[in-house]
């Protein structure tokens, strides 16, 4: 920690990604590139979201997440993170997925094909100025087999565009699935204390077990999902940040942290105030109390 007021993503502790370290603390891009979901809306004023980024490597981040389809009409992600922090800090991790794509004007194309994934690959390589992605997440939908698309992300980790290779938005079946293809550093999918699908928690246990990082998303935005953090929150989560002095967002994320050791924490915001607030949640602690309190509302919900 740098001062008794500012307390640093280290605060969280860390974890491995394969043999890359990360505080457990990271940060999101989505909520950079403009108000509402990143597609739509007022796109972001450039000086305010770049000072965020370098506020969130200044705090101690050293871990974002992001993807190439993550642009508004006249922001993208990728380019703001090379703009705000190339030459990167050598112990900075950035995690891209690939799956998902889109067109110049913003429409979304259909899923990639496996031989399409290369591209994608490259797009990043390109946005972000790097000859090799530190962690590429295989983003899935539904319940087929991703062993085809897998293979080919092993492929181009094999060909040193890649050097670790994650999935998102997957069952426990396509974990295996690819761990039986190539190692898997991380899980990411969509996790928050009132808002899991069925099979999550079995599955953030199961990565525990085998060592792989599991990454919540919309862990403060739940139910929001792309519209963001909710305007009502939970009587539960309000009482609990009463009695600490603290946000109910940042209740949300020590909610997360607390669920493993290998859980890592990527807030997206585009309001340093938020990334502050999101950082110092890292240090807080919820009691035995607080969770059970919480626990109540660990509603399952369909996928
Ligand atoms: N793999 C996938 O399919 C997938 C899908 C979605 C997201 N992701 C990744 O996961 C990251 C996290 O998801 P997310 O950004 O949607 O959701 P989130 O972190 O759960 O919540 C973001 C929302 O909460 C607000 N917020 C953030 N910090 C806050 C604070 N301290 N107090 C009050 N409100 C706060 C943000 O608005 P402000 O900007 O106003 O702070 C935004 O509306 C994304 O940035 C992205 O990198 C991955």
Not at 95 to 110: I, M
Not at 235 to 261: K, Y
Request: proline share 5%.
């Amino acid at each position: 920690m740098t001062s008794a007021q500012t307390i640093t993503a280290d605060a969280a502790g860390s974890w491995r990604l394969g043999d890359l370290t990360v505080h457990r603390m990271g940060f999101g891009a989505m909520r950079l590139t403009g108000s509402g979901a990143f597609d739509q809306g007022t796109p972001s004023d450039r000086g305010r979201v770049i000072g965020v980024l370098r506020r969130a490597v200044e705090l101690g981040v050293n871990h974002i997440d992001t993807a190439a389809f993550y642009f508004s009409s006249l922001r993208s992600a990728n380019e703001l993170i090379n703009r705000a922090l190339a030459p990167y800090p050598d112990d900075l991790v950035i995690t891209t997925k690939v799956g998902p794509g889109r067109g110049p004007s913003g429409e979304w194309l259909p899923w990639a094909a496996p031989e399409q994934l290369r591209g994608q690959v490259e797009e990043n390589l390109r946005q972000l100025g790097r000859d090799q992605l530190d962690v590429v997440n295989l983003r899935w939908r539904g319940a087929d087999s991703i062993a085809e698309h897998f293979g080919a992300l092993a492929e181009l980790r094999d060909a040193g565009l890649i050097r670790h290779l994650g999935l998102s938005n997957v069952g426990s079946g396509h974990l295996a699935e690819a761990q039986a293809i190539a190692p898997v550093v991380c899980v990411q999918n969509r996790y928050s204390l009132d808002s899991r699908r069925p099979g999550d928690d079995d599955l953030l246990r199961v990565c525990g077990e085998q060592g792989i990082a599991f990454v919540p998303f919309f862990a403060i935005a739940g139910e929001g999902r792309e519209e963001g953090a909710s305007r009502t929150e939970a009587d539960e989560v309000l009482a609990v940040a009463r009695a600490h002095g603290v946000t109910a967002a940042q209740v949300r994320l020590a909610w997360t942290l607390q669920r493993g050791p290998h859980v890592l924490a990527i807030p997206g915001t585009g309001n340093p105030d938020h990334l502050a607030d999101n950082v110092a949640a890292g240090a807080l602690r919820l009691s035995p109390q607080d969770l059970d309190r919480l626990e109540s509302l660990g509603r399952m919900v369909a996928a």
